[in-house]
């Protein structure tokens, strides 16, 4: 792999345990999200750099190892994480894997990890004014409007590069190629029907829009998608 790619990969992880550190503030937080953000777009990768990585530069990674059941919030948001960061995505008894370039995978977990806790934050929140409040809803709310958001910003991404097509599917095709090798098998998701309360939901919903996702869309440094 290049060596600023390296160099990239190494920083994000960096950043990102800046912004999981209990002793960081609010600010210095999302100061930490969004500086891991602006790395990886501002040096998106091309696709003479990806054939040249190869199958070595790719890699399967997993966020909330452990849990029995995917976070509701990702249940919702995981198909916008996995469109913008040009990942494949699926629910692993409750982890939320994710297949693809390695600095795209830790740009995944790095959005997943702050979708989830944003929307923690938030709901304590609304709870404490709404005491009658149903958490289910309000998180299902809360992560589709996420993923609408990222799927925008992946369109607004791939507009701005020109030849993004070209370069989404070579990646898919590497994806592929990594989950043939690994032998994964890709259950197909049952669609369920989930009964919610409107007005949490609407809440959550709410709660998601205000969320900065702000970041790069271009190769150009300032050029950002914020979507309010």
């Not at 040249?52 to 530069?57: D, K, P, T, V």
């Not at 982890?95 to 702050?114: K, N």
Request: charged share 25%; hydrophobic share 40%; proline share 2%.
């Amino acid at each position: 792999m290049p060596k600023n790619r390296n160099q990239i990969i190494e920083l994000i992880r960096n950043l990102r345990a800046k912004a999981q550190n209990a002793a960081s503030s609010e600010s210095e937080t999302i100061a930490a999200s969004q500086a891991a953000a602006r790395l990886l777009m501002q040096h998106d990768i091309t696709e003479a750099e990806l054939a040249q990585i190869g199958r070595e530069g790719m890699k399967i990674g997993g966020f909330d190892e452990g849990r029995k059941l995917l976070h509701p919030i990702l249940k919702r948001a995981w198909f916008g994480i996995s469109k913008l960061t040009e990942t494949k995505a699926w629910n692993d008894q409750g982890t939320l894997r994710f297949a693809g370039l390695e600095s795209d995978v830790e740009m995944a977990v790095y959005l997943a990890e702050m979708i989830q806790s944003a929307g923690e934050r938030s709901w304590k929140t609304y709870r404490q004014s709404c005491r009658r409040a149903h958490r289910l809803s309000y998180m299902l709310g809360f992560g589709t409007t996420i993923s609408n958001r990222l799927k925008e910003m992946a369109d607004q991404r791939n507009d701005a590069r020109g030849t993004g097509t070209a370069l989404v599917v070579q990646k898919a095709a590497m994806i592929d190629e990594l989950l043939s090798e690994t032998s994964t098998v890709l259950v197909p998701r049952r669609k369920t029907k989930t009964r919610v309360c409107t007005d949490d939901y609407k809440a959550g919903g709410n709660a998601g829009s205000k969320v900065n996702l702000g970041r790069p869309v271009g190769r150009q440094a300032g050029a950002t998608a914020r979507i309010a």
